[in-house]
């Protein structure tokens, strides 16, 4: 089974910033994507960043361009999302998903979820 383990939310305040962090247990570990997305309540859960395995690449949503960075530590299998300049619209769950090599930007690439972890952000 695949563990897929988040952790780095919490409350902050307009401007300040987080890191969030997401451990995935697989066998093997290597050669998969790994993302971060994100859900407010009665919204889609929607394509905040990911990182490729191979090169890697890394791909943002729009709106966090310029705010956020994604890396990786391939020996721990983990993913770190780095936000700053946050916003009260960035208030959600932040999910971290694993896959195959794929589709980055779609929850349809992801087979592997963590329960995610709250964002909260206010004015």
Known sequence: QVQVVESGGGLVQAGGSLRLSCAASTLPFTKNNMGWFRQAPGKEREFVAAISWNTPNTYYADSMKGRATISRDTSKNTVYLQMNSLLPEDTAVYYCALGP???????????????????????
């Open 101 to 123: 090599p794929g589709m980055l930007t779609s929850t349809r690439g992801y087979q592997y979820w963590g329960q995610g972890t709250q964002v909260t952000v206010s004015s």
